[in-house]
């Protein structure tokens, strides 16, 4: 089992993990990468576990803008990494450099993740 209790989970939710984790096995792929994959899917399709204590008070409009904008972010992510310039592929060094000439603040304590943001802003 993953990390994390599953009690959370309705039945509709635990059933459907089982289902893609048996499509990946299925595939070949080793078990505990294919119950890891079924949760996310689970988590990406419904927002985590439905049952009280585990957000059901947030209302569906804000879950699903937020699975929306998780799911924009990923293509765009994706789409950025397959570039050959796209700045995931510069090192960290490289990116500091840009990050000096273009004059951002806090550069020096960002890690890459954090200057690949500022220089999107920027």
């Given at each position: 089992?993953?990390?994390g209790s599953k009690d959370k989970y309705t039945d509709k939710q635990k059933r459907?993990?089982?289902?893609?984790?048996?499509?990946?096995?299925?595939?070949?792929?080793?078990?505990?990468?294919?119950?890891?994959?079924?949760?996310?899917?689970?988590?990406?399709?419904?927002?985590?576990?439905?049952?009280?204590?585990?957000?059901?008070?947030?209302?569906?409009?804000?879950?699903?803008?937020?699975?929306?904008?998780?799911?924009?972010?990923?293509?765009?992510?994706?789409?950025?990494?397959?570039?050959?310039?796209?700045?995931?592929?510069?090192?960290?060094?490289?990116?500091?450099?840009?990050?000096?000439?273009?004059?951002?603040?806090?550069?020096?304590?960002?890690?890459?993740?954090?200057l690949i943001q500022a220089l999107r802003r920027h």
């Amino acid at each position: 089992m993953a990390i994390g209790s599953k009690d959370k989970y309705t039945d509709k939710q635990k059933r459907k993990a089982q289902k893609i984790e048996e499509a990946y096995l299925h595939q070949g792929l080793s078990p505990d990468e294919s119950e890891k994959i079924a949760w996310a899917t689970v988590n990406k399709q419904s927002g985590g576990g439905e049952k009280s204590g585990s957000g059901k008070l947030m209302p569906e409009h804000k879950k699903k803008k937020a699975r929306k904008d998780s799911a924009q972010n990923a293509v765009t992510t994706k789409k950025e990494k397959s570039k050959p310039n796209a700045l995931e592929n510069w090192t960290l060094v490289e990116l500091k450099e840009k990050a000096r000439k273009d004059d951002i603040a806090g550069r020096s304590s960002m890690n890459k993740a954090d200057l690949i943001q500022a220089l999107r802003r920027h």
